[in-house]
């Protein structure tokens, strides 16, 4: 690892031990722990629900902190999973010591490590979500060759205490500064502990939305981040939702992730940006532009757009959010910088330009062209998402737009050359979004066959959420609520934090 790479890494385990986490040894944990006077290890996982989960383990001696990072330990898995049998329900949490970072909320010096499910045999667990993803993305590299990369936009809500004082204009506050933007600092603050535990953060900006109700106000906030392997995609934006809980709690202000907040104001999406690599190269534009392979990859998730709401928009608001003039995706289909799409194609560097020498006359160097920055920008999910499953059936459908012979043409077919909002005409072309979550289920059971083969989906998981979104009969619920704004604020209350 480069020296700069170390000196400029936020993660104190990476700075310490003077190598990338991928090279983290179990014998380099404990030479952390040892010399850094860490008292507690926290094994972090992700069960069958998507929510984060801790097993606490106080650090007594030098064997028992060899025990526990080289065999694990036992957890009730008929607590975590549904269809587990109680009378075979234990199961190990294995540490990956790649993900370990310290914990910046613990009082009591902490490390904390995420883990992997494994049955009693030693085989990773079928139905763990964590596994699932992974075996998309081995039957990806597998089929294809290419390494998928990914990563969320992360917008979330914060609200407190209303002030009299430099309020920003309503739904005006898109990249607003202090003291307009009045939590930038927590923002801010938020970045930089997600940095340290190895979260790759691009940006963060305030959003659109902002407004007051009663004594609170309400302020939209996004964080981005960088392109990653998709397994790492899934895990930092768990640990990014945490902190930013951890740092509400701190300050007495509720963070929330819900697509839909109030009645006419900017919901909260979660638009996913991926990329393919071959060999280290990003392979989604080439001189012409977007690549065949992008098309492709388009074509595949477009194709699968309705079931993957069943990953993605997993609460009744999300389809309060999917509607059209919201800058949110109503049909199926793509297009260049357009968010009226489903799938657009942000700006991506692909000009051989050199902007920074126009914009700086002093400038003594040529700017070498930088490649590979391109992605393509899925906008359907949102912050009740069920990441490890949703990422996993990204890449399914990635693949079979790969596989399909006929995928450029029908990316043709789906292309969008204006506002579909405004162009009614054009928005009849293309089919439409689920309405409900128990439309989504429908689509899901219909298409089952496709997330289950090769087992990457294991039965019951389908079942699970086909079951889990049906309980919410929802069906019709946008056409029911038209008006109604009481009935809509009594759901946006219930669905606030739920995930």
């Known amino acids: 690892m480069r020296e700069y790479e170390v000196s400029l890494n936020p993660n104190k385990l990476v ?10 040894t179990r014998h380099d944990i404990i030479r952390f722990i040892e010399e850094n006077g860490i008292e507690m290890l926290n094994f972090r996982f992700v069960a069958e629900d998507g929510k984060l989960k801790t097993l606490n383990f106080v650090v007594t001696s030098r064997d028992y902190l060899e025990s526990i990072l ?15 049998d109680a009378d075979s329900s234990d199961l190990y949490v294995i540490p990956r010591f790649s993900s370990a970072f310290v ?6 010096p902490s490390l904390d490590i995420l883990c992997s499910f494994y049955t009693k045999d030693g085989n990773p667990l079928e139905s763990s979500p964590e596994y699932i993803l992974r075996k998309a993305h081995s039957e990806f590299r597998k089929s294809t060759g290419l390494v998928f990369k990914a990563m969320g936009e992360l917008e979330f809500y914060i609200s407190g205490k209303a002030e009299s004082l430099y309020l920003s204009e309503d739904q005006k506050g898109y990249t607003n500064s202090q003291p307009f933007a009045k939590w930038e600092n927590l923002r801010s603050e938020a970045m930089n502990l997600m940095a340290q535990t190895g979260c790759k953060i691009k940006y963060g900006h305030s959003e659109v939305g902002n407004f007051t109700s009663g004594d609170d106000y309400f ?22 939702k945490w902190i930013l809980r951890m740092l509400g709690r701190k300050y007495g202000v509720s963070i929330s992730f819900a697509p839909k907040i109030t009645v006419g104001k900017a919901g909260s999406g979660l638009h996913i940006h991926m990329q393919a690599e071959k060999d280290g190269v990003n392979v989604m534009s080439d001189e012409s532009g977007i690549s065949d392979t992008a098309k492709k990859i388009i ?5 699968r757009a309705k079931a993957l709401t069943a990953f993605g928009n997993t609460v009744p608001l999300s389809y309060l959010r999917l509607v059209p003039h919201q800058e949110a995706p109503t049909n199926i ?6 968010r009226s799409a489903l799938i657009r194609i942000p700006l991506g560097w692909i000009a051989k330009t050199n902007m920074v020498r126009d914009a700086n006359p002093f400038e003594k160097y040529d700017v070498p062209y930088i490649p590979g920055k391109q992605t ?19 890449i399914m459908a990635s693949q079979e737009g790969l596989e399909m012979k006929d995928s450029l043409e029908k990316s043709e077919q789906l292309y969008a050359g204006a506002n579909i909002f405004k162009d009614k005409d054009m928005a009849k072309s293309f089919e439409h979004l689920p309405l409900s979550c128990f439309e989504s289920a429908e689509i899901l059971e219909n298409e089952r066959s496709f997330f289950e083969k090769n087992n990457i989906f ?24 038209f008006g109604k704004d009481e009935e809509i604020r009594k759901l946006v209350l219930k669905y606030l934090n739920h995930n």
């Not at 302020?219 to 990014?240: C, G, K, S, T």
């Not at 899925?378 to 996993?392: E, I, M, N, V, W």
């Not at 959420?465 to 056409?479: A, C, N």
Request: negative net charge; charged residues 25%.
């Open 219 to 240: 302020e939209q906030h996004e964080i981005e981040f960088q392109p990653v392997n998709a397994e790492d995609a899934a895990d930092q934006l768990i640990i990014a």
């Open 458 to 481: 294991p039965k019951g998981t389908i079942d699970r959420f086909i079951r889990h979104l049906k309980s919410y009969d929802d069906k019709g619920l946008s056409e029911n609520l």
């Open 70 to 84: 080289a065999t694990g330990e036992r957890v009730d898995g008929s607590s975590l999973f549904s269809y587990i």
């Open 103 to 108: 914990n910046p909320f613990s009082e009591v």
């Open 299 to 303: 074509t595949g998730l477009l194709l």
């Open 376 to 394: 393509i920008e899925l906008r359907t999910p949102d912050g009740s998402a069920d990441l490890y499953h949703l990422f996993a059936g990204i």
């Open 15 to 24: 700075k310490y031990l003077k190598k990338p986490v991928s090279e983290f």
């Open 333 to 338: 289909c793509w297009g260049d910088t357009n």
